[in-house]
């Protein structure tokens, strides 16, 4: 999409940036949407990553000061820094397009698993800062935490699309191999350092 996919009253049904599947088509359809504005397809894959790092960024921030206004800081000074800290640290990550790459078949495959890896990304890295970590370590996290969840781009089950407490065993035993397909598929990818493969394999691990 080149621009937003909307409803007659203005509602978003797609962000700028998605990409348009055959069940988006048909409810589009059931929802009386008509026309689309859609990228050449020379000028998809550089739009959509832009797209999608403008929004990663956006997203995170907010996020981050939403968290701190909420939960921890009131002093503004500190709050800024903070925030431009994140918003550093993310711009530094986003410019590896491998990671964007990534990021964008974790929203392709779903909106909810995009939106938790970026909430999770953004408490990630707060706390990695309030721990007071080196630069490196802080862009290690960001990068781990931002894919833990690609393993479930795999996976043969929405489990953003149902209450885990009713899943079937079949069901929950294939959602727990999440963590072991994300590592398989990135492990030997040279732009990934060893602490964000571990963060990606380890992420519902409790070894202490």
């Known amino acids: 999409l080149g621009k937003p996919l909307m409803t007659l009253d203005y509602q978003i049904i797609l962000p700028e940036g998605a990409q ?16 689309a504005w859609v990228l050449e397809e020379e000028y998809l894959e550089e739009s959509a990553l832009t797209v999608l790092k403008d929004n990663i960024l956006c997203t995170v921030n907010q996020k981050v000061k939403d968290i701190l206004e909420r939960h921890t800081y009131h002093d ?15 711009e530094y990550i986003l410019e590896d397009e491998n990671v964007l790459e990534a990021v964008l078949e974790i929203r392709q495959r779903s909106s909810d ?7 999770v990304c953004a408490l ?15 862009y290690d996290i960001g990068i781990g935490s931002l894919l833990h969840d690609i393993g479930m781009r795999y996976s043969v089950i929405d489990v ?11 069901s929950w035993s294939e959602y727990k191999k999440h963590p072991i397909f994300g590592y398989d598929a990135l492990k030997n ?9 571990s963060i990606i394999l380890f992420h519902h691990e409790t070894l202490d």
Request: hydrophobic fraction near 40%; aromatic fraction near 6%.
């Open 113 to 119: 698993l995009y939106e938790h890896s970026v909430s």
């Open 76 to 90: 503004n000074e500190e709050l800024a820094e903070l925030s431009s800290s994140v918003e550093n640290i993310m």
């Open 160 to 170: 953003f699309g149902s209450d885990m407490l009713d899943m079937s065993a079949a």
């Open 189 to 197: 990818e040279k732009w990934l350092r060893d602490v964000s493969r």
């Open 124 to 138: 990630s890295l707060l706390t990695a800062m309030k721990m007071k970590l080196d630069q490196k370590s802080l």
């Open 20 to 35: 348009l599947r055959p069940d988006y088509l048909e409810k589009m359809i059931e929802l009386g949407v008509t026309d």
